[in-house]
């Protein structure tokens, strides 16, 4: 096995860029900011610690994405998770949540995102978090269930970062997700900001809903509600009779420009996946910048490849990082780099299949 060691320093640099933008960003609250600039060293010594542990062949990645939980209190039209997912039972035990996230913290992973169905439908995740601040947890949440208090204790938790999932305005978030969520979520947003919390919002890119969110008024109203970080996400038909709402070629082009302007004339964080990908080396699952662990355990490349070869229930993070499943998507990674037409782990699924499949067919030694 070949560990693919150029994207590390690659994917480091652009961490700590990342964290610097976090900086400028957050400056209108001073107390965030100082916690950002304080991460910077942090992140450089889990980028130190990463960097040793692929000297003695184990290859850990700066981010892990968990969905601890299949349940929802949404049904959002169109949703991968649930498409995915048919179970809706919680397979990992709080201790399990907690021993995993402490493994990976310690092996050098920087960033959990810690996502589901709906992780608030585990309220525990958040008091878990709390007890690793050297991990900045990106809690990504429909926000429906944030309440005063929690709104209250991620005022001090300052490492938890709510990112709050919209689909655009009122006609796209509402027909998405059930009349009434963009109203409530306006209300949310003013809460988190009057509160002083630092958060998010993550905007699933789709055909209809590129002009609205990729727009300056929809960004700069969205400043003004409070928001500092804006995460994009290229929508993968994963569901039947989605196909349509995938982004066209011509908005696939688009979007690199626009989110250039962003950054050089707003004061805010602009994170568009899977574009930013390409600049450090394509095509970022597997391990080779994130891994994902699903609700039942499972380590997998990435939310829409949904094949384990490895449980966390019963194996250690570091021992699942060595999945021979992983180490043969990373080998073979020139094939599924390229992300310029959609993701290519979802393109290529049939493919993936085979290679998990393969892993586990009997030698032939004729």
């Known amino acids: 096995m070949s560990l693919p060691t150029g994207a590390a320093p690659t994917l480091n640099r652009a961490l700590r860029v990342f964290f610097g933008e976090l900086v400028r960003a957050s400056l209108v ?33 700066p981010i892990a994405i968990f969905s601890i939980t299949n349940r929802c209190n949404l049904r959002c039209k169109g949703c991968y998770a649930q498409a995915i997912h048919a179970s809706s039972d919680d ?39 709390r007890s690793f601040p050297r991990v900045i947890f990106l809690l990504v949440t429909n926000g429906l269930l944030l309440h005063a208090e929690l709104i209250a204790r991620l005022a001090l938790f300052r490492n938890v970062i709510p990112v709050l999932s919209i689909e655009g305005n009122e006609a796209e978030t509402d027909g998405r997700r059930g ?47 409070g928001c500092r970080f804006f995460l994009y996400l290229e929508y993968t038909p994963i569901r039947e009779g989605t196909e349509e709402w995938a982004m066209t070629d011509v908005q696939r082009g688009e979007m690199e420009h626009r989110m250039s302007a962003f950054r050089a004339r707003r004061r805010a964080v602009f994170v568009a996946v899977p574009w930013d990908e390409e600049d450090v080396g394509g095509c970022l699952a597997g391990g080779r910048g994130f891994v994902h662990i699903n609700a039942e355990g499972g380590l997998e490349p990435c939310p829409f490849a949904p094949y384990s070869d490895v449980s966390l229930k019963t194996t250690a993070f570091a021992q699942a990082l060595r999945s021979p499943f992983l180490s043969a998507l990373r080998d073979g990674h020139e094939r599924f780099e390229h992300t310029s037409d959609g993701c290519s782990l979802y393109r290529e699924r049939a493919q993936l299949k085979g290679l998990l499949d393969s892993q586990h067919r009997p030698a032939d030694n004729s």
């Open 91 to 129: 397979a990992l035990s709080t201790g399990d949540l907690r021993r995993i996230i402490g493994e990976a913290g310690d092996l050098g992973v920087s960033f959990i995102v810690i996502a589901g169905g709906e992780p608030l439908m585990r309220p525990e995740i958040v008091e878990i978090a």
């Open 179 to 225: 009349e009434g969520v963009h109203r409530r979520l306006v209300g949310k947003m003013a809460e988190l900001k009057a509160a002083g919390v630092f958060f998010s919002l993550s905007l699933t890119v789709t055909r209809e809903n590129f002009a609205t969110v990729t727009d300056t008024t929809f960004v700069e109203d969205a400043m003004r509600a």
């Open 29 to 61: 609250r001073p107390g965030q900011a100082l916690f950002f600039a304080r991460t910077v060293a942090r992140q450089t010594a889990a980028a130190r610690l990463r960097s040793r542990h692929l000297r003695e062949g184990l290859l850990v990645p």
